[in-house]
């Protein structure tokens, strides 16, 4: 069992930055494809990035040029870098894994961190 804690989270203004963290409890993290997904109120579950066990890098097409997903091996934990930040991505944010392919399989979830954007 793999658990996943986000952090980073808040409320910010339209044209700012913020850093997501995903800290992942597993000796094997380096197998293991990691992504984010969001959810906004009313709206299913979207995916925004993954990025695989040697580093390739995926997005959605609202996200692309703005966000920026990465990972540190040596210390467990994805993150996502999400730069002029718009009031549409607002959401709770998740972070999940799988040793297998991002987005259609999902092994573990965390439990979300709030971004908010006001304009």
């Known amino acids: 069992q793999v658990q996943l804690v986000e952090s980073g989270g808040g409320l910010v203004q339209a044209g700012n930055s913020l850093r997501l963290s995903c800290a992942a409890s597993?000796?094997?993290?380096?197998?293991?494809?990691m992504g984010w997904f969001r959810q906004a109120p009313g709206k299913e579950r979207e995916f925004v990035a993954s990025i695989d066990w040697i580093g390739r890098t995926y997005y959605a097409d609202s996200v692309k040029a703005r966000f920026t997903i990465s990972r540190d091996n040596a210390k467990n934990t994805a993150f996502l870098q999400m730069n002029s930040l718009k009031p549409e991505d607002t959401a709770n944010y998740y972070c999940?894994?799988?040793?297998?392919?991002?987005?259609?399989?999902?092994?573990?979830w965390g439990q979300g961190t709030q971004v908010t954007v006001s304009s």
């Open positions: 999940a894994a799988t040793q297998r392919l991002l987005p259609d399989h999902v092994d573990y």
């Open positions: 597993t000796r094997t993290f380096s197998s293991y494809s």
